[in-house]
């Protein structure tokens, strides 16, 4: 019999930190608070919300019996949606390269009755799909979110918000590559504002940039979450006291955290690779379905869809991108900035 272990107490009515939050963090037992919890248009700690999901359904028009392939598995949101269509027969395979997060949603979906049968996760980088493709496909049916999910940004043991203090990591897979405080103390400032500029479109790079450099040469050493939200704050302690400021340096504390994540997971680099092997791996006919979050990677997918059309390899693209309706923005903030994309090959 397993042991039974007591949750940790803490202060007050209500439970603050992410650790604390144990309702949220079991939800198939607290059903009732999750709801509540999403009914105020938030998304419950150690939870993802699947963003677009019936738009995405409706491009990639999963038929019983086909081959699919979720190649950023996540929370698994998108992946119990696209089971559902299969109706039992057929395939679905599941790529994530976070091991702790891919474990819990494979048990997630097994306990909502999706076997091995027809459901597989692989820990893979979805830049290698090729790989996958070989040994599973083709693939009738391909979707991709590149957003990252709630539960990694929600924990501050992985240093993705600037919300809430931990180590600075921002790493997709935490058992592989060097944590972001480390690659921030190798960056020179060129090197740093080039980051900021090209990956977040930061207007104040060269400002954040230089205060990080000064900084660093006093022997401050930038380790934590808190520690990039207070240089960026003291960086830009030149604009004017009024309304407008505290907004503002919440969307440059956005800009900058994704930019350093964008760069210690080789997002862009990876996204490229994905497009590159992407046609090889659909079967003719076959359909892809990509959710982006940020300028940058829209344009790759737009310019890569374009190309494949002109080739003849697509038969069909999206012309516009497809946005969320204004109801699902409402229920989920996280959903404002999505843009899908998709495509048919010959």
């Known amino acids: 019999m397993e042991e039974h272990k007591r949750r940790k107490r803490y202060s007050g009515t209500h439970p603050k930190t992410y650790a604390e939050k144990y309702k949220e963090h079991d939800p198939d037992k607290y059903a009732d608070t999750v709801a509540r919890v999403i009914g105020k248009g938030s998304t419950p700690a150690g939870m993802h919300l699947p963003i677009m999901v019936e738009e995405v359904l409706g491009v990639l028009r999963i038929a019983p019996g086909e081959n699919g392939l979720d190649a950023t598995l996540g929370y698994g949101g998108h992946a119990r949606r696209m089971l559902a269509c299969l109706e039992g027969k057929g395939h679905l395979y599941g790529l994530d390269v976070d091991s702790v997060e891919m474990a819990k949603t494979r048990e997630r979906l097994r306990r909502e009755g999706f076997g091995e049968d027809i459901f597989t996760a692989v820990r893979e980088n979805f830049a290698n799909i090729d790989r996958v493709a070989q040994e599973y496909g ?7 979110d590149l957003g990252v999910s709630s539960m990694q940004i929600d924990n501050p043991e992985r240093g993705f918000s600037y919300k809430v203090d931990g180590v600075l990591d921002l790493r997709l897979d935490p058992e592989n590559g060097i944590p972001a ?3 921030l103390e190798r960056m020179g400032r060129d090197e740093i504002q080039g980051m900021l ?8 790079a060269g400002e954040i940039a ?6 660093r040469k006093k022997g401050d050493a930038i380790r934590t979450t808190s520690d990039l939200r207070r240089a960026i704050e003291n960086a830009l302690a030149f604009l004017p006291e009024n309304g407008e400021k505290k ?3 919440k969307k440059t504390c956005q800009r900058v955290f994704q930019a350093l994540r964008i ?11 994905f497009l590159n092997k992407l046609p090889r791996t659909l079967a003719a006919g076959g359909r892809v379905a990509i959710l982006t979050f940020h300028s940058g990677e829209d344009r790759l997918v737009k310019k890569a869809f374009q190309a494949y059309y002109r080739q003849h390899v697509f038969a069909e693209i999206s012309d516009e991108v497809i946005r969320p309706t204004p ?3 409402r229920a989920n903030g996280r959903a404002r900035s999505t843009k899908l994309r998709w495509a048919v090959k010959e």
């Open 263 to 273: 760069d210690i997971n080789n997002e862009f680099e990876v996204l490229e690779s």
């Open 210 to 215: 230089a205060y990080i450099a000064r900084q």
């Open 197 to 204: 500029t090209e990956n977040a479109d930061e207007p104040y």
């Open 138 to 144: 083709p693939f009738q049916f391909v979707m991709a």
């Open 181 to 183: 405080w480390q690659r």
């Open 327 to 329: 109801e699902e923005c």
């Open 247 to 249: 907004e503002l340096l």
